[in-house]
C-alpha cells in the first residue's frame, strides 16, 4: 500500500530553519506530482507548495514564497521542504501528499500522517 511518512518536524524559534522530509512507498514515485500541505489548530488545510513529477516546476503559497524551498529527489522516493525564517504563524501540522498538483487539496490522492512545527516567538 501506499505510504507517505513525514519527518523532521520540531520545535524551533522564530527566524529559525527546519527542513522537512517525506519518504514515500508503495507508488511509482516519478509518476507524481508532490504537495507540502498545513493545518493549523482551528483552521482549514492550506497549501504551502508543490513540485511536479521531475522537479521541474515548483509553486507556492504567498506565505511561503522566498522562505521555503520544496525539492524532491526521485531516485530515494523522497520529497523535502526547506523552512527558512521561520516564523510563529508557521506553526502547524505539515503534510506531504502526493497526487496530480496544484493548490487544491482535492488533487492530491495519498497523504502522508503530518509532522507537527512549532515555532516558538
Known amino acids: 500500500q501506499v505510504q507517505l511518512v513525514e519527518s523532521g518536524g520540531g520545535l524551533v524559534q522564530a527566524g529559525g530553519s527546519l527542513k522537512l522530509s517525506c519518504a514515500a512507498s508503495g507508488l511509482t514515485f516519478s509518476s507524481y506530482s508532490m504537495g507540502w500541505f498545513r493545518q493549523a489548530p482551528g483552521k482549514e488545510r492550506e497549501f504551502v507548495a508543490t513540485i511536479n513529477r521531475n522537479g521541474g516546476n515548483t509553486y507556492y503559497a504567498d506565505a511561503a514564497k522566498g522562505r521555503f524551498t520544496i525539492s524532491r529527489d526521485n531516485t530515494n522516493n523522497s520529497a523535502y521542504l526547506q523552512m527558512n525564517s521561520l516564523k510563529p504563524e508557521d506553526t502547524a501540522v505539515y503534510y506531504c501528499?502526493?497526487?496530480?498538483?496544484?493548490?487544491?487539496?482535492?488533487?492530491?490522492?495519498?497523504w502522508g500522517q503530518g509532522t507537527q512545527v512549532t515555532v516558538s516567538s
Open positions: 501528499a502526493a497526487g496530480r498538483g496544484g493548490t487544491s487539496r482535492y488533487s492530491f490522492d495519498y
